[in-house]
């Protein structure tokens, strides 16, 4: 099974994606699309910010030459140390001598239009994302293809900014880049099979792991994420420490608990993609006030020094201690008295997201429990040795997880069960079975 060559690739997720029957997650999806991919030379970004310049290093450690723009003339003179700091490296550093030489900065969009492949990688905003591609447009050249970095905003959207929506995608790296090897290509309602195609060529060619979706609010890897993150932020609304919701995902086997996550990705950025997802989906998508004080409080994670845990130091991500003055923060917010017991704290972070699974399959978002389990093994840090949200559901098996739901009947909507969860249990079927089976 072809892997990419990550050293953050355990040998346990590895191991885990070896099992899953029927090849690797891409090799499905790249069997719909022609065989005749555009060569990727040089590649362009959009936005030299966190997201922007982690996905030009992971790049240029491949060879390719990258340009990066910005708009903010601070970002974009930061851009070659961010960059080479993400390497590992100095701006001096590796041949032909200098970082330089395969990265260059400009304040111009018509530089970034002559690459082979456009990555936008700006804010999470509709209107922002659209201003940047209709200035973009008029120095496309006609194989130039552009691509969107966005987590959340459905391409159809994006794409009313495009004279030619044929050669535009998403292309949706996971946070961080270099620890998660996942990248989500969303094939929108105009993308043509050639640009997906070449999307999935290009991202095994920087040794990344593809999976190709339907076009639709938060993709696949957000929507499986934002329950586990919103389900935390109520946990934390109705009392529950901070401590004990972490412990509870850790003891699981996440990689981190929700509410460090949201500090790596940045409450900010959290904050965004969360309005865009409770706005579709606000049965299922909290709202939470708790983000939105700590980000007025200027508290944006790891990025600041502090989020729901305070750092070393401004972009570390070694964790110092609690604060106490985020008791003080979040106690307007807070309902009910400090919960003492870790029950039910696991399935109602855990749960929400295999819900989720099963309206990306039912709605055809993902075309096989593949894709979501190579989304959470490699784009979430699920445990691997559970090999993935859906053969962890297999192995509880579905009338197990009804009964876990019963229990959290408190939870409305959330913890509702599915028409797939409902059959499968009804019929003592699994997730995997009707896609290894013979009909």
């Known amino acids: ?81 961010a960059i080479a700091a993400e390497l590992g490296a100095t701006e001096d550093d590796g041949p032909p001598g200098s970082l330089r030489h395969v990265v260059r900065p400009t304040a111009a969009l018509a530089e970034v239009a002559r690459c082979d492949l456009v990555i936008e990688s700006i804010i999470e905003s509709l209107a922002a994302k659209r201003r940047v591609y209709e200035q973009l447009c008029g120095h496309l050249s006609r194989h130039t293809i552009v691509t969107s970095n966005s987590s959340t905003i459905p391409v159809a959207q994006l794409a009313g900014g495009l004279t030619d929506a044929s050669r535009f995608c998403g292309l949706h790296f996971c946070h961080p880049v270099r620890h998660r090897p996942l990248v989500e290509i969303v094939c929108g309602p105009r993308t043509s099979p050639r640009t997906i195609a070449t999307a999935v060529a290009h991202v095994r060619a920087v040794a990344r792991v593809p999976i190709v979706v339907e076009d639709g609010t938060g993709f696949a890897v957000n929507r499986l994420l934002f329950p586990y993150m919103s389900e935390a932020l109520e946990l934390l609304r109705e009392g529950t420490p901070i401590e004990m919701i972490e412990g509870a995902a850790v003891e699981f086997g996440m990689a981190m608990g929700p509410l460090r996550l949201m500090d790596e990705i940045g409450l900010d950025t959290t904050l965004q993609a969360a309005w865009v997802l409770a706005a579709a989906f606000p049965e299922r998508v909290v709202s939470s006030p708790v983000l939105v004080s700590l980000v007025k409080a200027g508290r944006l994670g790891q990025k600041t020094g502090a989020g729901f845990f305070c750092y070393e130091g401004p972009a570390s991500r070694a964790v110092s201690a609690l604060d106490p003055a985020l008791a003080e923060l979040l106690a307007p917010w807070i309902d009910s008295p400090p919960r003492t017991d870790g029950k039910d704290i696991a399935c109602r972070l855990v749960l929400p997201m295999l819900l989720e699974a099963t309206r990306l399959l039912e709605e055809g978002k993902v075309h096989h429990p593949h894709d979501i389990d190579a989304a959470v093994l490699l784009g979430l840090g699920f445990p691997a040795e559970k090999g993935g949200l859906l053969r962890w559901a297999d192995k509880l098996g579905p009338p197990r997880i009804m009964a876990l739901l019963r229990s959290l009947v408190a939870m409305g909507p959330r913890a509702e069960p599915t028409p797939m969860l409902r059959i499968l249990a009804e019929t003592g079927g699994s997730f995997y079975r009707p896609f290894t089976e013979p009909a």
């Open 1 to 81: 099974m072809l892997l990419p060559s990550m050293p953050n690739l355990s040998n346990a997720t590895i191991e885990s994606l070896r099992l899953l029957a029927g090849g690797e997650p891409q090799d499905r999806a790249v069997g719909r699309w022609p065989a005749n991919p555009r060569k990727i030379r040089s590649v362009g970004i959009i936005g030299a910010g966190l997201m922007g310049t982690a996905i030009a290093a992971a790049h240029v450690r491949h060879g390719l030459p990258v340009v990066i723009h910005d708009a903010d003339e601070q970002a974009l003179g930061r851009a070659t140390a």
